[in-house]
């Protein structure tokens, strides 16, 4: 498949002339390639189905808690002592 054709501003040719090293096409390329992998869930190894498990434990302890604990001040004291 062939992909259309990028514009680059006259900064960024620029930059880029002076890395003669830099590959532009592959740069391009493989800055599609990373977002894809995000997009798909792919990169970290996200799995959509535990993570909404994951959260709602989160929001099943939470409402057992009544609001005495707090995550966020949990961090925070983790924190400050190490």
Known sequence: ?????FRLDEE??????????????EAIRD???????IEEGLRGGIDKKRA????EDM?????????RWSGVEEI???RERY
């Open 52 to 55: 909404l498990k994951a959260s």
């Open 76 to 78: 925070r004291r983790w």
């Open 1 to 5: 498949m062939k992909a259309g054709s």
């Open 31 to 37: 800055t599609i390639e990373r977002r894809m992998e």
């Open 59 to 67: 929001k099943r302890l939470r409402s057992k808690s009544s609001g």
């Open 12 to 25: 960024t040719k620029a930059k880029m002339g002076r890395y003669k090293d830099v590959n532009g096409n």
